[in-house]
């Protein structure tokens, strides 16, 4: 019995042995290939000449560096290109240090500060459409002057007057053949009244500015201040200063919100309450009552004294 299984498993025929031994040449073979490969391959010569002239030039250039340009809020934005094939060093600017005015300064002494030419431009505009330097630290406002330069420079700023000048408008009488005629001055602005063309007259204002006033009045209510005009959105403090003076209010009458009735929608759109003091005066008001007086709200952690002071000519309980 043992012979026989013997016999069946581990007797083969002509055939067998044969298919055996092709298939171990052929795993011979495939094992003692790597080994002779390199006899049949050539060795790749390499040149140390060429290696030795790559580090040298590998020694010689410089990482490319990219600087993060800003420019003036009163000019367009334009970005320079670079080019990594082309711009692998940067030509020093060679700088040096004088007592110079900002408002009087030439391009050619911009340029011996060490100041790059698209920024002296940005410079020249902002100057020429009426912008001016009213202290040495307002040089620091320059979108796209280094801090380093600032710093740099900050020393020598030397401002001859350093006021603010305002346009004074008087009246002139101009005679004619049949009688004298006399100029009307310029007329002051209702800040409560005047369309947008009324605030287009005024120095520095422009469409938009004159829309965002507007725009800015109507959700306020009306204006009970002149100061209240500065907080225009985008309007500038220096523009605002300008027109400060021809500014009036003939009618303080402002629009008032009854915040023992109004609803979260109606208060937070207010610019003085918004979402989270609206809520509270109304989460207030749901559990404790409606209000006896406007002061009440200041029991309210979320409203200090200065924004119950701009808010409380807007509030009414009745």
Known sequence: ???QFIKDYFIFTKKERTGIIFIVSIIFILIIIPFLYPFFSGKKQYSHAEFANEIAQL???KPDSFERKSYSKNTDYNFDDYSLQNKQNYETIKAEVFYFDPNTASFADWKRLGIKDKVIHTIQNYLSKGGKFYKPEDIGKIWGLNPSDVKRLLPYVSIKNTSKEYIAFEKKEYPTNSSSYTSKSIQPVDVNLADTSAFINLPGIGSKLSQ?????????????????VGETYLLPDSTFQKIKSRLIIG????????INTASIDEMQAHPYLRYNLANAIFQYRQQHGNFNSVEGIKKIML???EIFIKAVPYLSIQ
């Open 1 to 3: 019995m043992w012979k």
């Open 59 to 61: 020694s010689l250039e």
């Open 212 to 228: 965002r006033i507007i725009a800015f009045r109507n959700k306020l209510g009306g204006f009970y201040s002149i100061n209240q």
């Open 251 to 258: 009618n303080i009458s402002v629009k008032q919100i009854n």
């Open 303 to 305: 409203v200090t004294e």
